[in-house]
Each structure stands twice: as structure tokens, then as C-alpha cells.
């Protein structure tokens, strides 16, 4: 079992950073943090592996945004900057402990936050 408990949203203005924070409770192969505006589908905004770094991102936000992983403290990052309105959305963190199967979807992943409210004001 995973336990994950996300922090670090809030509301800022159209070219303001922030910086989300995800603290897992155990061992994760792969994390992702996506994003869901009330009546639309959940999507993936950037995801990493734990161990070797290696991160993809959605195209909206690439050059925007950095996800990151603090081994030491179990803990992903994502920092946000450049926000757009469009970046509108339910924030939640999401983990992976199976090292088969790949880590592409919702469905790959088991685990997840309760999300963070994200407001980006034009």
C-alpha cells in the first residue's frame, strides 16, 4: 500500500508559479500528477520514474512545468510556472509500485492523492 498526500496548491495570477508537493508512504516505481476540470476526462500532465528520473510531459505544459522527485524524503514535486488559466484544474498525484506494465494511462496507476485545487486567474 501506498499512501500519498499531495499540498501545495492555491490560487495565483496568469504568469505565476507554483509548486505542488506529493509525500508518498512506501516504495513507487513510477509517479504522475494529472489534472481534471470538473465534467472533463482526468489527464496526464507529466509523469516520472522513480528511480531513473526520466520524465514525460503533456504538451500544454512542456517548458512549464518540472516534475521532480526528492528520493530522500519519498517525495514528487511539481513546479509550475508560466501558468495559464487553461492550467485550471483538480491537481492529484498518482503512484505506480508494479515495475511491469508500463506507466502510461490512469489505469497503470493504482494509487492516488486526494488533489489540490490549482486556480490561475487571467
Known amino acids: 500500500q501506498v499512501q500519498l498526500v499531495e499540498s501545495g496548491g492555491g490560487s495565483v495570477q496568469a504568469g505565476g508559479s507554483l509548486r505542488l508537493s506529493c509525500s508518498a508512504s512506501?516504495?513507487?516505481?513510477?509517479m504522475g500528477w494529472f489534472r481534471q476540470v470538473s465534467g472533463k476526462p482526468r489527464e496526464v500532465v507529466a509523469r516520472?520514474?522513480?528511480?531513473?528520473?526520466?520524465?514525460y510531459y503533456a504538451d500544454s505544459v512542456k517548458g512549464r512545468f518540472t516534475i521532480s522527485r526528492d528520493n530522500a524524503k519519498n517525495t514528487l514535486i511539481l513546479q509550475m510556472n508560466n501558468l495559464k488559466p487553461e492550467d485550471t484544474a483538480m491537481y492529484y498525484c498518482?503512484?505506480?509500485?508494479?515495475?511491469?506494465?508500463?506507466?502510461?494511462?490512469?489505469?497503470?496507476?493504482?494509487?492516488w492523492g486526494q488533489g489540490t485545487q490549482v486556480t490561475v486567474s487571467s
Open positions: 516520472i520514474l522513480t528511480a531513473s528520473g526520466n520524465a
Open positions: 498518482a503512484a505506480r509500485s508494479i515495475s511491469w506494465g508500463g506507466c502510461v494511462g490512469l489505469d497503470a496507476y493504482s494509487y
Open positions: 512506501g516504495y513507487t516505481y513510477c
